[in-house]
């Protein structure tokens, strides 16, 4: 996360996105009306076809075990669910605070309590409480404890992945932990990418590969690498002896590189000539290279070492 107190990803609201393919939410903790009892619409909700969800004329939802005729759960909110087979707890809502219900069951599994709730992953979920995030079992015990702060972060985050999940301290800057709670990278960056062998993390606009013992791999990883041409016209005799002039793409030799975002000057030695502070860099000659900065209209001109034009 490469900006000024940045969060580990992008901030959104409870929308639906997607590290987990989510399957789609039935009603959400506000209130609705209906003229009648109807079903609910439960796909992905509920996995044992003796479940039944039914909407109440108030909007509210009942789950009902329609072999036994037992209502296992009585006015609630269906929130959103997990992904196909990811696991068999889901998060409902009841008087706007979530819990977790065993879609096999019917039964709440984790009475409502959190202010939010994440999927369970790996055996874990992340839930809210008092502004922070921490870690339950399927019981509800807490695993790792709420110290990890909520910055309006989407629903793909705080999910376990080969044993690993990204979250922030309380400076806003990320890290990698493992499912007891303990660092594998410190939260020393501002944005962090995990894969299954390594994190690929960024600081001021720097890119590295690290592994989950914190040794960095690479200590500079490139999104994209141009070669800088320019057009020049050249002169050509044809042959019926006439002088004729055509475009002609000229090498400079440099390159532009790109990481995280932003560009700088490189040559042909893999020496960097500027760091990445540019928008987009462009050839005018093979001395005089355009730098456009941040707000996209400003410019400077760099020389061919990469030295800004005074």
């Known amino acids: 996360m490469k900006r000024s107190y940045k969060i580990c990803i992008a901030i959104a609201s409870w929308s639906l996105i997607g590290l987990a393919v989510i399957t789609p939410f039935v009603t959400n903790c506000t209130n609705e009306n209906d003229d009648t009892d109807d079903w609910a619409i439960e796909e ?84 809210q409480k008092n502004g922070n995030i921490g870690f339950i079992d399927h ?49 020393d960056f501002d944005n962090v990418s995990v894969f299954k062998e390594y994190a690929i993390v960024s600081k001021a606009g720097i890119r590295m590969q690290v592994g989950y013992d914190g040794t960095v791999i690479n200590s500079f990883v490139l999104d994209d690498i141009e070669r800088l041409t320019y057009t020049a ?33 490189m040559n042909s030695s893999c020496e960097r000539l500027t760091e990445p502070l540019y928008q987009k860099i462009s050839a005018v000659d093979k001395n005089m290279f355009r730098a456009t900065l941040f707000d996209n209209y400003s410019e400077v001109i760099l020389n061919s070492k990469g030295e800004v034009m005074k």
């Open 44 to 127: 992905g909700l509920l996995r044992n076809d003796d479940l039944v969800a039914v909407k109440s004329s108030n909007g509210m939802v009942s789950i009902k075990n329609s072999a036994t005729g037992k209502v296992t759960i009585k006015d609630i909110k269906l929130d959103w669910t997990q992904e196909s087979g990811r696991d068999s707890l889901a998060v409902f809502c009841s008087e706007k605070k979530r819990g977790y219900y065993n879609m096999y069951t019917g039964e709440i599994a984790v009475p409502a309590q959190y202010r939010r709730a994440w999927i369970f992953s790996e055996g874990l979920a992340a839930v």
């Open 233 to 265: 016209q050249v002169r050509y005799e044809n042959r019926d002896g006439e002088l004729k002039f055509t475009d002609r793409d000229i090498d400079t030799g440099l390159f532009s590189y790109r990481v995280g975002g932003r560009c700088g000057l």
């Open 139 to 187: 019981k509800g015990n807490v695993v790792i404890d709420f110290r990890f702060p909520y910055h309006g972060n989407p629903l793909s985050e705080f999910i376990f992945d080969n044993g690993r999940c990204v979250v922030a301290d309380t400076l806003g800057k990320c890290g990698v932990i493992d499912k007891k709670g303990n660092w594998l990278i410190k939260p």
